[in-house]
Every structure is written in structure tokens, then in C-alpha cells.
């Protein structure tokens, strides 16, 4: 691993202090992929953790560089990409390890849950099949792959799963399929569900209640999430812990609670304000400057200091390092909100 | 209102049944029954679920689609399918669409996107000026650079090619715009520049917005009135403090419900 001189080393982060040891610690992530005009680094120096049983919230707008990290996580990077860092998955380094070793892991102990469902499932298999699958691999015999699959569908609110799982997607509505990928994910028994943006394709009636159910099943199984989401109202729902990313770089981490409702990062207020509030009439906010940076042609220092208003002459050529700013709090600011 | 409106839809209905289940008319119609008015300087927000028929009506405003009966009126005269409505029904009613990428030709530039429009529409055009600063006048008015004008859209993000959609459907100076989905796609930080971007058009220049969406806070903040449909019918239109202060159908009420649960406390 090359460390580029431009960037400064981030302390190793754990969880919440007195926590035993996390169950993925990312530790100083960066992810270069193909470009026309050379490599483009997309995840910038990212340190973070998931504690067992705990739900971490992903934030980011598009180019944030967080549905990278998801999938450097469970090891579907496209073609090219180069990774350096570490990703420690209970003591084994998930970077080093050979693919066989990371193909055991994925769906087992790792297992992910996409954006859209409609593009995630074969049409042409039966809902039933998809799900067993993993099953099957294991050499789980037929008979007992069927009683379990009807099990998890009825476990995910599938109604009347003993005929629905014979059933084919086309004949699942929207959030219905979001539960099918919510019982494949499950058929592993993995010890955490990376779900990327898993309501962003649902209407709002779905939304809150694959939403209740990501928080039954961490509830009834203890299984850990990663969730990756633009959507604030989202995050406040379920994130135990957040991270905010800029342009592939971190901004902040924290409590869900706290992050949302006392940001730090000027950046993370800027998200906050934006999202339009239902229960009382809000004037629309006022935009940031400019548009978002793009990986490929990032601003020197701060990433966020163009957008910036609190921007000083130090944020144009410094990169804040991530530093504790409170109890439980980090912020990859020079001038961070007072807490 | 008083004054007469701008565009009206009487009992709107559409359907794409087969003719086999047409003979058997046991599939719901897609838009059954449905009427609204929007007036100039006026926003109408149509919200409702996925299948609940609300990008069909906007498409029957613009003239997309054709409807198996009812009429849209605009400026109190019937106005069918767009290639058989006159040039300046046509001009006046413009649409934006949700995905900002996929609605601009990649292979032209901005400037030809927007000259194109009043290659079809001549008398828009402006005569008194040259194009191009008509273009960068235009490109101004929806916060874009003049620079932009050289450029093609996959040059451009997401925002940009929004605007830019938004600055080719002002070219043909509308009295309507009809915006489905069109910030649906885009960023949170972006989305509140192109809504201030609606809203200061609207006043600026008089216009009338359908605004079609499934983003209840939005609408609180930029819909005059509200329509609400659910299963191609239209189940309650209401102002927008009503809507949200007083709902009065149970489905409006379940929709908010859940739009406020996931705001959580």
C-alpha cells in the first residue's frame, strides 16, 4: 500500500469507548477505479466500525462514494478497482483474503440487499428457488430448503407464503419483492445485511414498513446492518450510528440521534436543513453553492470548501482529519459547530 | 378563483386494456374519472403511489396521450393529442420529466437543444437579438453559466441537465409547465435550488405548474392546491393547509400518516 502524501493519517476509530471489539472495522479505505483520464479515487481514506447487533447508517449524496464502500465490503467492486486499506472482519483482513475464502463469506456470514428489487431478482426463477439458493449451495436437501423458505417468507411478512413462494416475481407487488431480498439475505444466517438504498424505490406506505421490518430483524436476530441511503428521514429511523460522506471522503460520525439533530460538519447541516418537512409548512432551503464535487476533479483541501460557507483561506489547502469533536462525535472539519 | 382556468381537465378517462379485457371490463381503467383546474399562477401538486395514474394525466395534459373520453380544456377550448393541437396550444404547454439525463439528446449541445425549439416554434424565436444571447439570457434565468452553452449533456450533472430542461421548456415562453417527478432524481442539495428555481419562475413570469410527485414535504412547500389520487380517481383536492392540517379522505389521511411516521418524532 502507497500512502499518497496529500493524505494525512486518520486515527483508527472504536466504536463507542468500553465496546468490545466491533464486527467490521474499516480502517483507512480507498478505492481507486478505471477512468478515462487515469484512476479516480472514489473512497478517500474512511475509517469506520459496525458493532454487532448495531444498524450504521451510510450517508451521501451520489458520488459520495458510499454504495463503493457497500460494495468493496462484501466484495463485488467491478473489474479494475484497486483497494488499499483494511477491512476487518472479526480479526481477518477482508482486503488480503483470496476470492474462495471471501465467496464462503459472502451470503453466509455477509449478505446484501439492493436498490431495486425488480432488477435484483430473476424473473424467470420462482421467488422460492431465489431465496433457497443459498440453501441449496449449502446442500441443504430439497424438502428442507422448501419448509425453511416458506418459513423465512412468512418471518418477512410475506402473506400466505406456502403458495407465494412458488410464485414468480412479476407476481409481487413492489414491497413484497423488497421482502423476498429481505428473506435471501436472511437464508445465510449473516451476521450483517449490507442494504444499499433498500426503500428509496418503495412509496412512502411501503417505506415504513420494510423499515419496521429491518428493525424486527435486528431486534429478533441480532444481526447488524450497514445501511446506505441518501434519505435523512430514513436514516432517523433506524441508524443506531451515522457516517456522512463527501466526495468520497468522511465528514462525520456519530449517534444517528445526535448527527441529525445537532450536526457538526457544515456539510451534514447542509443535508439536515434540505430535507422538506411534512408536519409543519418549511421554506425551501437555501441551496448550496455550486453543484457536488466530482471524485475525479476533487478540490484541494477540504472537498467541501467551495459549498462552503464557513470556508477560511486553511480549508483551500488543508484536508481536516477526522478528530473527535464530543463525546461519541467526529467531525472532518477545521471550524465544526460548537455542541 | 374567479377568473377563468387555465387548463381544465373534465372526467378524464384512460385506459390499456386489451381488447380482450375490455370485453370483459373487469380491469380497473389507469385514470377513471378525473377532473382539476389549474390556474395561471397557480401550482396543483398531484400526489399519489406508484400506479395511481398521476404521470398518465400529465401525459393527457401535455397531449402524450390520448384519453377514451373526457376533455382537457385549455384557455376554455378543447385541446386533444399534441399533432393535432395548434402550434401555440402546443408552445404554451411544456413539460419537464423526471430524468434529467435521459430527456436531452447527449449528441447535441446545449445551445442546439434550445435553438431547436424555436426552429419549431419561429414565432418565439427572438428577432430583435442574436440566439445566443437569448441562450445566455435563458441559461441566466435557471442559474446556469453562459459557458454551459457549448456543451453537451453528458457533460453535464444531474442538476445542470434538469436546468437545462427546465431553460429549453422557457424558451417557447409557456403558460403552463407540467413536472413530473423533475426533482425526484436529483440530490437533496440540489433539489431545493431547482424548486426556489420553480417557484421564482412562477411568479416571474405568470406560470401555471402542474406539479406531479410522491414527495409530500415538497408539495407542503411549494403547492398552492393539492390533488390526491389513488387508483386512477382523484379522492380529495384541497388547498395545501387544508390538505395537510384538515385531510378529510381516509386514504390522504394513511398517506400522511405514513409520510409523518417516517419523519418520526
Redesign the interface.
Known amino acids: 500500500m502507497t500512502v499518497q502524501p496529500s493524505v494525512t493519517a486518520g486515527p483508527a476509530l472504536n466504536g463507542r469507548p468500553g465496546e468490545p471489539d466491533p464486527l467490521l472495522r474499516i480502517e483507512r479505505l480507498s478505492i481507486d477505479l478505471p477512468g478515462p483520464g487515469g484512476p479516480v479515487r472514489v473512497v478517500d481514506d474512511v475509517s469506520f466500525t459496525v458493532a454487532a447487533g448495531r444498524t450504521t447508517g451510510l450517508i451521501g449524496e451520489s458520488g459520495s462514494g458510499k454504495t463503493m464502500t457497500a460494495t468493496a465490503i462484501i466484495g463485488l467492486l467491478p473489474a479494475g478497482a484497486e483497494v488499499s486499506g483494511r477491512m476487518w472482519w472479526q480479526g481477518r483482513d477482508l482486503v488480503t483474503m483470496s476470492g474462495k475464502e471471501r465467496r464462503l463469506l459472502r451470503g453466509h456470514d455477509i449478505a446484501m440487499i439492493f436498490q431495486d428489487p425488480q432488477s435484483a431478482l430473476d424473473p424467470t426463477q420462482t421467488i422460492g428457488r431465489q431465496v433457497g439458493e443459498i440453501l441449496r449451495l449449502d446442500g441443504m436437501p430439497a424438502r428442507q430448503v422448501r419448509r425453511t423458505v416458506i418459513d423465512l417468507l412468512g418471518r418477512v411478512g410475506v402473506p400466505d407464503p406456502e403458495t407465494r413462494h412458488a410464485q414468480y416475481p412479476h407476481q409481487y407487488s413492489g414491497g413484497l419483492r423488497q421482502r423476498a431480498m429481505v428473506a435471501t439475505a436472511l437464508a445465510g444466517k449473516p451476521k450483517i445485511i449490507l442494504a444499499d438504498e433498500p426503500t428509496t424505490a418503495l412509496d412512502v406506505t411501503v417505506q415504513a414498513r420494510i423499515l419496521a421490518l429491518l428493525r424486527r430483524i435486528r431486534e429478533e436476530e441480532g444481526t447488524a446492518m450497514l445501511l446506505v441511503s441518501h434519505d435523512l428521514r430514513v436514516m432517523a429511523h433506524v441508524a443506531d450510528e451515522v457516517v456522512v460522506m463527501y466526495a468520497g471522503r468522511l465528514c462525520e460520525i456519530g449517534g444517528g440521534r445526535e448527527v441529525l439533530d445537532h450536526p457538526a460538519h457544515p456539510y451534514t447541516r447542509a443535508l439536515v436543513v434540505s430535507v422538506p418537512a411534512v408536519r409543519s409548512k418549511t421554506a425551501i432551503a437555501e441551496p448550496l453553492p455550486g453543484s457536488p464535487a466530482d471524485p475525479a476533479d476533487r478540490p484541494d483541501g477540504c472537498p467541501f470548501h467551495p459549498r462552503c460557507a464557513k470556508a477560511q483561506d486553511r480549508c483551500r489547502v488543508e484536508i481536516p482529519l477526522m478528530r473527535p469533536i464530543a463525546a461519541g462525535r467526529q467531525a472532518a472539519c477545521h471550524y465544526p459547530e460548537d455542541l | 378563483m374567479s377568473a377563468p382556468a387555465l387548463i381544465e381537465a373534465r372526467d378524464l378517462v384512460v385506459n390499456f386494456h386489451s381488447r380482450w379485457e375490455r370485453r370483459r371490463g373487469t380491469k380497473p381503467n389507469a385514470v377513471d374519472g378525473v377532473s382539476f383546474s389549474v390556474h395561471a399562477d397557480e401550482t396543483l401538486a398531484v400526489v399519489g ?2 400506479g395511481s395514474g398521476k404521470t398518465t394525466v400529465a401525459r393527457c395534459v401535455v397531449g402524450l396521450q390520448a384519453a377514451q373520453s373526457g376533455t382537457v380544456l385549455f384557455d376554455g377550448a378543447p385541446v386533444g393529442r399534441v399533432a393535432r393541437r395548434a402550434p401555440a396550444t402546443r408552445r404554451a404547454i411544456q413539460m419537464v420529466f423526471q430524468d434529467p439525463t435521459a430527456s436531452l439528446n447527449p449528441r447535441m449541445t446545449v445551445r442546439s437543444i434550445i435553438a431547436e425549439t424555436w426552429r419549431t416554434h419561429p414565432s418565439v424565436a427572438p428577432t430583435d437579438r442574436s440566439w445566443d444571447d437569448e441562450i445566455a439570457d435563458l441559461l441566466a434565468d435557471v442559474g446556469l453559466d453562459a459557458g454551459l452553452a457549448a456543451r453537451r449533456a453528458p457533460s453535464l ?4 441537465c434538469q436546468r437545462v430542461s427546465i431553460a429549453r421548456a422557457l424558451a417557447l415562453q409557456p403558460r403552463l409547465l407540467v413536472c413530473d417527478e423533475a426533482v425526484s432524481a436529483l ?7 431547482i ?2 428555481l420553480l ?1 421564482g419562475l412562477r411568479a416571474k413570469r405568470r406560470l401555471a405548474i402542474l406539479f406531479i410527485t ?5 408539495v ?3 403547492a398552492d392546491r393539492v390533488a390526491v389520487m389513488r387508483q386512477g380517481r382523484l379522492v380529495e383536492t384541497a388547498t ?2 387544508d390538505l ?1 392540517d384538515r385531510p378529510i379522505d381516509p386514504y390522504t389521511r ?3 400518516d ?7 418524532a
Not at chain 2, 440530490?187 to 435550488?193: A, G, I, K, P, T
Not at chain 2, 405514513?258 to 418520526?264: F, P, Q, T, W
Open positions: 403511489e406508484s450533472s444531474g442538476g445542470q440530490d437533496v442539495s440540489v433539489q431545493s435550488q424548486l426556489r417557484v410522491h414527495d409530500l414535504g415538497v407542503r412547500q411549494i395545501a393547509d395537510f394513511k398517506l400522511l405514513a409520510a409523518l411516521d417516517l419523519e418520526g
